[in-house]
């Protein structure tokens, strides 16, 4: 039987969908059928539903975005509720997921993305899905902040994600399919 797969992200000014989209196109070429939704749109959803899910945002002052945050948390309640958080949160056998973070790491580079990988690693696990990678995208900060882009830790980030950001994402996509 074909796998579902959900891929679910935050984006407020692209760099975040153009990985959602990059790991959607991916999916598909591998055979697997796609939901594409916003985290929103999770509200009326159950992540459980899917066999694989990929959950993606960017870093907000080093965390996911506040109103990501807002519904995940609100669907971790109701998971609660529902019995299924569970203690030691073991794995459901076949229920797999990645992480997804874009981040312009003008202060002190990927460790302003890496909290926000774990928080949705987290989210998930809890629920019982076992995450088997987390991918860190550098993106360019679409802001009017004098040299964001150029004097940040990372140096030159304009264009970021570029092609090569996206062919490794679809590269760790088919590498986390044969996990
Ligand atoms: C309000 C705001 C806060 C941000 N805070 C951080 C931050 O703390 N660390 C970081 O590395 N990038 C930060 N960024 C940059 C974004 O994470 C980065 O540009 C990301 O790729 C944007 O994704 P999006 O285009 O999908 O919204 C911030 C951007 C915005 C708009």
Redesign the pocket.
Known sequence: MEKEALVCYW???????QVAETIKEALEENDLNVTYKEVKEMEDDDFLDYDWVFLGT?????LPPKPALKTLQSKLNTYSNEGEVKLCAPDRPDKKAAVFC?????HTGID??IPVGKYLGQFLEHIGFNVVDEWYVI?????NIPNINTEGRLGNIKGRPNEEDLTRIKNNVEDVLEK
């Open positions: 984006s407020r000014t692209g760099n975040t969908e960017p870093s907000h002052h080093f874009t981040y312009s790491g003008p302003e993305a993106g360019e900060m679409h802001m």
